[in-house]
């Protein structure tokens, strides 16, 4: 089985302090000086593909783990790392364009790769990105492909030849299903999904690999064409004010404030219920 | 503008996204003020003896009633795809839940229209559908032009509701039985039936909201007890999830519920946008942290600056207090 696991680098934007988000209308927001993390659905989409491997391990099936990220060169050390985890093979499609909103075109390049490295039996990914929050890329693939796609994905596991056994959240709750390859996954909330850390010994293993950098050229995509056909512009940004009056308990403890807290503002309330 | 809504009465929470998306057409004058303006809502359901009381409880007037085996999306895709490619409307709206999401993205890809995912609000601008939406983690919110009719988008999770009831003799629906449907990507089996309970957060008018900082899973359960002594229901943050120390329907934010109590308090939690997405249409926000830096403090109405388990232990005696007085 041949899976595709594809990922974003994303600044990490909880490092940005209320002031930053002050912005003037300006697009896109600067945030080439923040510390660079793996996208958090995606981080659960790697390692819940991993744990896939371990189980394929066991039982013996052959599984041949890819993963792929657009960018630019800084994703290559989060790619290394990808190596000396157990990914067989990681692949960057040279890109320098922002395409934060553009999920269309992040698509239509993951398709043509997939067309010309594939065939791949599972693709997965996270369901949305921190940044752009589009929450359609995984959709549009599923799409684009002809596939179908299963979204709020919490775990997976092979079952069979062709049989992948998908745990999902949806608006009915959580449920089990039976696969059948191919499908795109766009991985939710997975519990216990935080990506391993490789050892010393993985690193000096997959010291000799090497990701493969890919042209948009070579996939047959042009970016002002892409750009073009994006299905939606972002035509502003403005900030969102959260502020509410916050009113401050003073007390000299901790159980003084609670009985204030208590008697001020719970009581009649929890009384009249 | 023509419109359409798309109900997936499979969930069982249909009845509020309904209400939600009844409330959004009366906030854009889309109603013609009252229930009957809209052109029509498309409503999926699986169940026929649910039939009934689906059509006594949805507040819009003109619908099609679309019976499915089961909920999956390739199916109903492929019957809006057959109803509407004569004549398809010009905007198509869904609900603000997975399916919603799900569903306004692909059948905007098959209609070669636009499409937009958890949208707050609409406007016209020089003949262009502007939607607008949270983007950066619901750090800022982003307006976007529409490119290509149809226009396709569901509503942001927890938007605010318009209950009309509506007499069922006023209704006008139809039937249309799909439920024998079948298509040949036809990728799942069904190992586990669905849970089919509305979330408890979703209906609580007292929540309590455990943060990353509350520690472990033994502390995760003593608050549990603790919210249930208080008559709450307990809500915790995406790291709680993450850690597994709670299930995944307890979780609140932009990726889990999005609730509007009377009271939240939130015990230990940091307050990033995606968390406080879940929380912020609740009337009144108790804050407890230790941190006087954490971002929730200027986000709440009531604060705390101390050790929450203290807080907690005294606030649960006080109340235990009153119930014996």
Known sequence: ?273 | MKYKVIINACSPSYKARAEEILSFLQEHHLTSGNAAGYNEAIVFYAEEQKAEDIINRLPFKTFKMVRIKHYQPEIILTILQELEIGSPAQIYIFPGDSSGNELAVRFAWRLNGSSLVAVEKITIQDNALVGIKKVYSGNLRGAFIFNYKPYCFSLARGMSRFEADIPVEKKNYTFHDYSSKTISLQPHDYLESPKEEENKLEKSSFIIAAGRGTGNSMEISRLQNIARELGAELGVSRPVVMNAWAPLDQLLGASGAVVSPDICLTLAVSGSPPFYYGIEKSKTIIAVNHDEHAPILKAADIVIIDDYKKVIDTLIKLAADEKGA
């Open chain 1, 1 to 273: 089985m041949r899976i595709l696991v594809l990922f974003k680098i994303v600044p990490d934007l909880d490092l940005l302090q209320d002031k930053e988000w002050t912005i003037k209308n300006t697009l896109p927001v600067e945030t080439a000086y923040v510390k660079k993390i793996i996208n958090v659905y995606d981080e659960s989409a790697l390692e819940l593909t991993l744990k896939m491997a371990d189980h394929s391990i066991n039982n013996e099936q052959q599984i041949e783990l890819s993963a792929l990220t657009i960018g630019e060169p800084h994703a290559d050390l989060f790619l290394k790392k990808l190596l000396a985890l157990g990914f067989n093979n990681t692949y960057r499609v040279q890109c320098s364009a922002d395409l934060r909103f553009n999920p269309y075109a992040i698509a239509y390049i993951i398709t043509a790769f997939a067309s010309q490295y594939g065939p791949y039996d599972l693709i997965a990914m996270g369901m949305q990105s921190s940044d752009g929050d589009n929450a359609k890329t995984a959709l549009l693939v599923a799409e684009m492909l002809t596939w179908p796609c299963i979204t709020g994905v919490t775990g997976f596991e092979l079952r069979d030849l062709d049989l992948v056994a998908v745990r999902n959240i949806n608006d009915q709750g959580l449920v089990e299903q039976l696969v059948h390859e191919p499908a795109v996954l766009a991985v939710g909330n997975a519990p216990c999904s935080l990506l391993r850390v490789p050892t010393l010994r993985d690193i000096k293993s997959a010291a000799d690999q090497e990701t493969a950098i890919i042209s948009l050229q070579s996939l047959g995509c042009d970016l002002k064409k892409l750009n073009r056909q994006n299905d939606t512009e972002l035509e502003s940004l403005n900030t969102v004010n959260n502020t509410r009056a916050g009113l401050v308990i003073e007390g000299t403890s901790a159980e003084e404030k609670a009985r204030l807290l208590y008697e001020k503002h719970l009581k009649g309330w929890l009384s009249s219920r």
